[in-house]
């Protein structure tokens, strides 16, 4: 039983990753800012439920304008009065960088002793440094950095196989060696896995002869 939590409250995608942008969240009792509401099961089997600031927009292109405390509030509610069930692990996507959102998540799962952080980066440099500050971050709030991801590592061509570096190369693998933490692997751009995200598709199921399939399925071991 796998719980998603995205708290990326002003971008909010990925009710639309799983294809289930369109669906309602049901109230407990006597509802969403009393008693709390029930996460969105994103499988038939009931496996994987997700909430996201997504579900209570009126329109899908409704800007989040909120300052801090309006965002800690609703990520605290999110935590700790959503009725998840009887979870195996909750995996909390965040947007990028070290905000309100961050501070805000770590503290109320803090009860719940999170197993850590799972940072992702893009190649070049400048990616590199943000992302050095986010292992900065995680030290200063005592959360473990389970390992780190390379994103966009690497094209390669669906005609002839060659991998071309768009965005540099091995930023992801020398931080994590910089920092003592596990590299996980790298993931290549793939058109396929943009596809399966935009169009909600199991990319798993649909697309094992891809480029980025064996890579996320060694990050994932």
Request: with cysteine.
């Amino acid at each position: 039983q796998v719980g998603i939590l995205d708290v990326d409250l002003c971008g909010p995608s990925i009710p639309r990753m799983f294809r289930v942008q369109d669906s309602d969240v049901h109230q407990c009792d006597s509802g969403w800012w009393d008693s709390g509401c029930v996460a969105v099961f994103v499988d038939q089997d009931k496996s994987i439920s997700l909430m996201s600031i997504g579900f209570l927009l009126e329109k899908p292109d409704d800007a989040v304008v909120w300052r801090g405390p309006k965002k800690n509030a609703l990520i605290k509610q999110f935590v700790a009065d959503v009725a998840w069930g009887d979870l195996d692990f909750l995996i909390v996507d965040t947007p990028p960088g070290t905000s309100d959102e961050h501070i805000s998540t770590v503290e109320a799962l803090r009860p719940y002793k999170p197993l850590g952080a799972i940072l992702v980066t893009t190649p070049q440099a400048v990616a590199v440094g943000d992302v050095r500050r986010e292992l900065t971050f995680c030290k200063k709030t005592g959360l473990r950095v389970l390992g780190i991801v390379e994103n966009m590592s690497g094209f390669v061509c669906p005609h002839c196989s060659e991998c071309t570096n768009i965005f540099s190369k091995g930023g992801g693998e020398e931080l994590a060696r910089y920092a003592g933490v596990p590299f996980l692997g790298c993931v290549p751009l793939d058109p396929q896995l943009s596809q399966s995200l935009e169009e909600g598709r199991d990319f798993i199921q649909e697309f094992p002869k891809s480029s980025a399939f064996p890579a996320l399925a060694q990050i994932t071991q």
